[in-house]
């Protein structure tokens, strides 16, 4: 995957564009001194081309996050089991009173439960 994001890196350069590395992909912007819709569709249409991109593009910043789909579904997996964390820990808030040690403490046994422990590491990092 690191030539998928070398390629995309290549393109932002050929288009004198910026880009930086992200969790778990690449965002890439046009870096003018006047707003360009012009190259950022320009930029747009090229990464479109890639087979196995995920690109979510912000019209306005002129920016796009591009993804391998691998990636982008790794995060989306990881997302998810954050939320159902969060969500646990609520719940478990208030079927315990408010007792916020015994949440946490049921929410880490939820986590191990669900092989979600670099999640739980995560949210109290």
Excluded: W
């Excluded at 012009?38 to 912000?58: F, M, T």
């Excluded at 990636?71 to 998810?80: A, G, L, R």
């Excluded at 946490?104 to 949210?123: D, F, G, L, P």
């Amino acid at each position: 995957m690191k030539k998928f994001y070398n390629r995309i890196a290549r393109m932002a350069t050929a288009l004198n564009c910026e880009y930086k590395e992200i969790p778990y992909g690449i965002m890439v912007y046009v870096n003018d001194t006047e707003p360009n819709p012009d190259k950022y569709s320009l930029l747009r249409s090229h990464v479109s081309r890639l087979k196995s991109a995920h690109i979510e593009g912000n019209y306005h910043a002129e920016s796009i996050r591009v993804y391998h789909q691998d990636d982008y579904t790794v995060m989306k997996e990881s997302e998810n089991k954050i939320t159902k964390l969060v969500d646990f820990f609520y719940l478990e808030l208030r079927r315990n009173g408010g007792n916020q040690k015994a949440a946490q403490k049921a929410q880490k046994a939820y986590a191990e439960s669900i092989n979600a422990t670099s999640e739980y590491n995560k949210i109290y990092a």
